[in-house]
């Protein structure tokens, strides 16, 4: 099931790095609506019985998400396009992955004034 899940998800990826302009926003919208609502919360299903401290497996699930697709893809092109229709997943997208990366920070400097 878990590797039938991952397989499916591995092939919207591929999906959406083929895109280009309206399409490659559409495709990460729906990328990212099935990932939160669907893989994440399968994950921590998954792992809570082995969670521990920081990172979550939350935390983790996102930074991976961020650094597999967001940061592979020609996001900044598609968005910057006249007449880009932005959609509201990719805006969500966009302020959770910003405010995780912020909180790493921080806790990073916290750790480090220890």
Known sequence: MILLFLLMFYVVICLVKLSIGQKLLDSLAE???F???DVLSMLQAIFY???GKEPSVRQLAL???RNIITLNIKLEDAISRPRARVPPSIIQMLLILQVMSA???LLALVHQDR
């Open 63 to 65: 930074l991976h998400f």
């Open 35 to 37: 990932f939160f609502c």
């Open 49 to 51: 019985p082995v969670q």
């Open 103 to 105: 909180q790493r920070h």
């Open 31 to 33: 990328t990212w609506d």
